[in-house]
């Protein structure tokens, strides 16, 4: 971008593309490189052609899940799916409608994945609440992509992914709250977990493409964050900085998600007070 003076938007859709091609792909630590004459396709080229009557449509999402785990939704293409499976790419049409159609059957396996006792009517629902949501955690994190494709405002219908909404709401409403309280807070809940795991995939992209981790990032960021503390002099954060030396702040994710999880959950305890 520095060089040849493109934009960020025109540098990623080329790399997308490269990465369809199998030209390209991401190694953690390393960025985005040249795939050489080991990639998907220079493999594809050097094998026959694997038969159709194989495949399935578990086999297509179990694919491209590997896909999605190991290299991010971007490496994820019809084309690249086929070259995983030694298939032709229009064959996968038979079993998949379009790529959007891929993407649901691949969260709704995922999902399925929930794995929880059903919730007792004497069960506290603070610790049932906590339990669905490090479940689903776990499984976000398992699965990095699903958290940024996953819409909350447009969901896509998934039976799988209602097993965890099932849960939640069943907890809440056996305990007596109104239908539309339970189910906000089964958004809210669900949410959280999203935001959480959204930033977990952001950060592995970003360290993948700039080989950077989130510790030397900060390391960077550190002379510029000091330069404007003292020209603001911001008293509050100035006193938060200095508590932090030597050892700088540990931002661990899984620590600050169980953290933020009884904090959120304290909050839900507002709406079982009588008014």
């Keep these: 971008m520095r060089r040849w003076g493109v934009a960020m938007a025109t540098a990623s859709k080329v790399l997308a593309t490269l990465r369809d091609e199998g030209l390209v792909h991401t190694r953690p630590g390393a960025g985005t490189v040249v795939a050489g004459g080991n990639s998907p396709r220079a493999r594809a080229s050097r094998r026959p052609r694997g038969s159709d009557a194989t495949l399935s449509k578990e086999r297509i999402v179990a694919a491209a899940i590997a896909v999605a785990d190991k290299e991010g939704l971007e490496a994820l293409s019809m084309r690249r799916v086929a070259t995983e499976l030694d298939v032709a790419t229009m064959s996968l049409y038979r079993h998949v409608r379009d790529k959007n159609d891929l993407l649901d059957l691949m969260m709704d396996t995922s999902f399925a994945e929930w794995r929880l006792p059903p919730a007792q009517p004497g069960d506290n629902w603070q610790e049932v609440l906590a339990s669905a949501a490090r479940e689903m955690w776990r499984i976000l994190r ?51 977990v999203r935001g959480f795991a959204t930033s977990l995939a952001m950060e592995a992209a970003a360290e993948a493409d700039t080989g950077v981790t989130a510790d030397e990032w900060m390391d960077i960021q550190k002379s510029a964050l000091e330069t404007v503390v003292a020209s603001q002099g911001s008293r509050a954060l100035r006193t938060v900085l200095d508590s932090f030396e030597p050892e700088g702040y540990d931002m661990d994710l899984d620590e600050l998600f169980d953290t933020g999880l009884q904090y959120l959950l304290n909050g839900f305890g507002e709406a079982f007070r009588p008014i």
Excluded: C, K
């Design 142 to 192: 398992r699965h990095l992509w699903i958290a940024p494709a996953y819409s909350m405002t447009r969901p896509s219908v998934l039976p799988s992914g209602l097993a965890y909404t099932e849960h939640v709401l069943g907890t809440l409403l056996d305990r007596g709250l109104q239908p539309g309280t339970a189910f906000s807070m089964h958004l809210i809940l669900f949410n959280y």
